[in-house]
């Protein structure tokens, strides 16, 4: 045992003393979480941790009050669901610790968009600051096979260009839409970084340092993390919107649906240079550190496939496969008979009161994000070949060939085929 093994375990022995009174001492644990990654984490500390989530748990459920850090639960939650044998997809992510603090569902597109957008921002911008420590000759940890200076400024130009619509909506003055229309991605990175890191609250900081948590030592899984972030927190937007867009058409609203089906496209259509981002990678290093991602997989992403069945309820084969057996919960929504966008479409139209410039709106942004989401799957399909060639899935699939059967789905199959107005 280490000194510094020795030091935190004293400090996490306090803590857990104190029944959690104080704030977590995440730097400790963070620092060697990254430092070893969290597949190699020792036994003695884990169970140590375990010991302190006991009683924090204890003492919640006794009701005991004081400054408890409410954070610290869910964080423990994420650093042991290896120890726990949960580890899945949401756990690698630290989905839950992403969803604190985020409104509602129904809070409205504009919220959503607001807080998607922020997100995006604060988890790009954290990336680029742990990139910058590279070029600056201080590598923080994860540092092992560190990518060279060339690779690293392709990676921040890419990431400024997915920062940039989301920046001209929620960061007032720091892109020049003027220059971005011109050239997207030449906002110098560091600025704009900066920009949105002088604007965290304490809060996001915290969720900044607690939600990078590698399973191993490689540099790069850093990226591979804030990319599937970025793209979950996107999702989320996606799902909630298409949801009031499926209300708004019941509610005999089309040109609002069509606005929020389209708002849902652009934002889809914004995202896709993440795939660009993260195809700077180095597959070496992807295929060492996925060695110990076995059991999670995209395949589980709840926010994928809420927003896929929001558009149109899946044929049964896609819901009795392992796209949707990954996703029970969603599964079951499904199978309660969630209302789609495209059931609800045809609804109003045989009932009449859709006109056909409406229903012909509707069907336009829906194939809108019909051909966005045909590019999505198309640049994922062919980062999965360069990353994994003929390897297997991580979720139990036989890898890419299940990537090139689901190309052909359809989000609005039957707004593909059909005119307008029937
Ligand atoms: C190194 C990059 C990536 C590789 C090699 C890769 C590979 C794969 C593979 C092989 C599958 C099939 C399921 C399995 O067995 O795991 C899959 C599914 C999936 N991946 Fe990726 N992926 C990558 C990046 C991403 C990113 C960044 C996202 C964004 C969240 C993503 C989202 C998905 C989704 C949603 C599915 C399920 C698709 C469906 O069921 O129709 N992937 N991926």
């Known amino acids: 045992m280490t000194a510094t093994d020795t030091a935190l375990r004293h400090e ?10 104080e704030e977590f001492p995440y730097d400790g644990v963070i620092g060697r979480l990254r430092a070893v990654g969290k597949h190699f984490l020792d036994e003695e500390l884990l169970s140590l941790l375990a010991e302190c989530r006991a009683l924090l748990l204890a003492a919640d459920a006794g009701g005991a009050g004081g400054v408890r850090d409410a954070h610290a639960g869910p964080f423990l939650d994420v650093l042991l669901d290896k120890f726990d044998g949960r580890y899945d997809y949401p756990s690698y992510t630290a989905l839950a610790l992403l969803r604190r603090g985020a409104p509602d569902d129904r809070a409205g597109w504009e919220v959503l968009r607001r807080h998607r957008d922020r997100t995006v921002l604060l988890l790009l911008a954290d ?7 590279v070029l600056d000759g201080t590598p923080h940890d994860p540092q092992g096979m560190l990518p060279d200076a060339l690779l690293l400024n392709k990676r921040l130009r890419l990431a400024v260009r997915v920062m940039e619509p989301a920046a001209l909506r929620a960061l007032d003055g720091a892109v020049d839409p003027v220059a971005v229309a011109a050239t997207p991605g030449r906002t110098p990175a560091g600025e704009l970084a900066d920009a949105v890191l002088r604007t965290t609250t304490a809060g996001e900081r915290l969720l900044l340092r607690t939600s990078v948590q590698p399973v191993y ?24 919107t298409l949801d009031e867009a499926v209300r708004t058409l019941r509610a005999e609203q089309p040109g609002d649906a ?3 089906i389209a708002a849902v496209a652009d934002v889809l259509r914004e995202s896709l240079p993440l795939f660009s981002l993260l195809a700077t990678m180095q597959p070496e290093s992807f295929r060492l550190f996925r060695q110990f991602t076995e059991g999670a997989s995209a395949i589980q992403s709840e926010g994928y496939k809420t927003f896929e069945s929001y558009c149109s309820t899946p044929a049964r084969a896609r819901l009795d496969s392992s796209a949707f057996l990954s996703v029970p919960d969603v599964r079951g929504e499904v199978l309660a008979g969630r209302e789609t966008v495209q059931g609800t479409w045809e609804d109003v139209i045989s009932s009449g009161w859709l006109t056909e410039p409406d229903a012909a709106a509707v069907r336009a942004a829906a194939l809108q994000l019909e051909a966005v989401h045909q590019r999505w799957k198309q640049t994922h399909y062919r980062l999965a070949v360069r990353m994994i060639g003929t ?13 090139a059967s689901v190309i052909s789905q359809r989000l609005f199959p039957a707004m593909e085929k059909q005119p307008a107005v029937g």
């Open 391 to 403: 390897r297997t899935g991580t979720g139990a699939t036989e890898g890419v060939p299940y990537l």
């Open 217 to 240: 030592v490689l540099h790069d899984e850093y990226l591979f993390l804030r990319v599937l972030q970025s793209f979950e927190a996107t999702f989320a937007f996606m799902s909630a």
């Open 258 to 260: 069509a606005a929020l």
């Open 127 to 133: 990336l680029i600051g742990f990139e910058r420590l």
């Open 12 to 21: 996490l022995s306090a803590w857990c003393g104190s029944g959690g009174a």
